[in-house]
Nanobody, 130 residues
Framework: QVQLVESGGGSVQAGGSLRLSCAAS?????LGWFRQGPGKKREGVAA???????SYADSVKGRFTISKDNAKNTLYLQMNSLKAEDTAMYYC???????????????????????????WGQGTQVTVSS
């Protein structure tokens, strides 16, 4: 069973930075970050496969960096140059299937449905004020 616990959200002014963490337990092939803003659908932000390949939504490329520390079983999302439109609840997600690993690599996390991910954390709020 996979368990995910996020931390690191908060409030920041536009242009600032935050780092989110996700403590993961259990075997996974793909880890990712999704977000859901007020009145919006949940969308993929960044993902990393177990071979180290990464995928980003177009809206965050060049500003966000996903990484993982295998020794600590922890996933990170470094968010720089934050904008008001980045305000959302951020969720850590994981999956154990080759299908999800392939669609993340071939299509991109920003273009796939959240249903590809079977495991979810409770979420952490990020608020960016302009």
């Amino acid at each position: 069973q996979v368990q995910l616990v996020e931390s690191g959200g908060g409030s920041v002014q536009a242009g600032g930075s935050l780092r989110l963490s996700c403590a993961a337990s259990g075997y996974t092939l793909t880890l990712g970050w999704f977000r859901q803003g007020p009145g919006k659908k949940r969308e993929g932000v960044a993902a990393i496969n177990n071979d180290g390949t990464t995928s980003y939504a177009d809206s965050v490329k060049g500003r966000f960096t996903i990484s993982k520390d295998n020794a600590k079983n922890t996933l990170y999302l470094q968010m720089n140059s934050l904008k008001a439109e980045d305000t959302a609840m951020y969720y850590c997600a994981a999956d154990t299937t080759q299908a999800t690993r392939r669609v993340v690599a071939d299509i991109g996390v920003g273009r796939i449905s959240p249903v590809y991910f079977s495991y979810w954390g409770q979420g952490t709020q990020v608020t960016v004020s302009s």
